[in-house]
């Protein structure tokens, strides 16, 4: 954990005057709840600030406060250089690595600006100024609450702001079912609550906007593709590209399906392969005690958190990727079944 004092991270908003908020690659709802969040409560206290994503995100999450005025670098690839040029100082929020990136990494590395981390992934690198970092906190959107609590502004906390933060919390906790839901979070929740958001408007426009065609996938998934190896308690599922296209798989269409095998008894490790542009995706979860953060990072050029993780097929082929990860189960059983 390193959270800066606030006194630092005052003194270095006061004297910024063009700020960019920059989150990762593929974004997510805590990606974009806690950008989005920082921006409506950095914009209403009076700066100048721009979100910048490295792509595209789900449509379920573009009904959010501020969604409009986020520049995509693969869309806008210039206006996102000009203000990132311009820029004195860039937060990098649920990331820290400028390889989360993709190609807006190396517009960072060469900027001059000043950048500050808010995050709760594991090992950050060391490129920020300031930190607000805690691998412990639930979600990105966490640390926004206490970050703006810190410099003051509880009470700039409005409806905007609330829903986006409680978008984060909510799906990066699995609608608050996971480990790292503490006390804490739930006292958040109630202060966000507070301000008058509706919680099932926001449940219902994340998890009940899905296509036919997306429900019709997540059936094949569990009918046809899931493998279950009950001798390492774990469960798989791999798609290729073209059974993806069968199902006219659309960005986020396929967020989530990896959690669905948990739902049979005595499952505590789960993956999930996707085939996308030649490259291989994959996702990895666990329940307890393995870490598959470490798992990602050591094997499939990945990391994340010690339950969530995710990281890449070393080669481009999606069936050696699947036996690659068959190969190490017998390695890491001992860890896997570990209570
Ligand atoms: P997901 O499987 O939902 O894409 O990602 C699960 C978690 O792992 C998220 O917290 C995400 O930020 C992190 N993650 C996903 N892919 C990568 C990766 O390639 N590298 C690292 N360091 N983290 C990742
Ligand atoms: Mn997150």
Not at 26 to 50: H, Q, R
Not at 76 to 99: E, H, P, Q, R
């Amino acid at each position: 954990m390193q959270k800066d004092s606030f006194p630092k991270f005052k003194a270095l908003l006061k004297k910024s005057n063009h700020i960019v908020i920059v989150t990762h690659y593929n974004p997510d709802g805590d990606a974009m709840g806690s950008s989005l969040a920082l921006y409506n409560y950095l914009i209403k206290v009076g700066k100048n600030v721009t979100v910048v994503t490295p792509n595209d995100y789900p449509t379920f999450l573009q009904w959010l406060p501020g969604n409009k005025k986020v520049l995509q670098f693969s869309k806008d690839l210039k206006k996102v250089a000009d203000v990132v040029a311009k820029s004195d100082l860039i937060f990098t929020l649920d990331f820290n690595n400028y390889s989360r990136l993709e190609g807006l990494g190396e517009l960072l590395k060469d900027s001059k600006a000043k950048k500050i981390i808010i995050d709760h992934h594991q090992q950050p690198d060391n490129y920020a100024t300031l930190m607000y970092h805690d691998v412990n906190a639930c979600s990105t959107c966490e640390l926004v609450y206490e970050f703006i609590c810190g410099l003051g502004g509880k009470k700039q906390i409005d409806k905007d702001i609330a829903a986006c933060l409680y978008t984060g919390i909510m799906t990066d906790t699995g609608s608050f079912r996971f480990d790292s839901v503490t006390a804490t979070t739930h006292t958040i929740l109630a202060n966000l609550l507070s301000t008058g958001i509706k919680p099932s408007a926001i449940h219902s426009s994340v998890y009940d906007t899905y296509s036919e065609s997306r429900v019709k996938l997540l059936g094949y998934c569990l009918t046809e593709k899931m493998v279950v190896l009950s001798d390492f308690q774990a469960a798989y599922i791999a798609l290729t590209e073209a059974e993806l296209k069968r199902f006219n798989n659309q960005k986020g269409d396929t967020e989530g399906i990896v959690n669905y095998p948990f739902s049979i008894k005595g499952i505590t490790f789960c993956a999930f392969f996707a085939e996308s542009e030649g490259k291989i995706k994959i996702s990895f979860r666990s329940k307890g005690k393995f870490d598959v953060n470490q798992f990602a990072r050591k094997h499939f050029n990945g990391g994340g958190h010690i339950n969530a993780a995710g990281g890449r097929g070393n080669n481009y082929d999606l069936q050696k990727t699947v036996e690659s990860f068959l190969d190490l189960l017998p390695v890491y059983k001992t860890e896997i079944l570990k209570k």
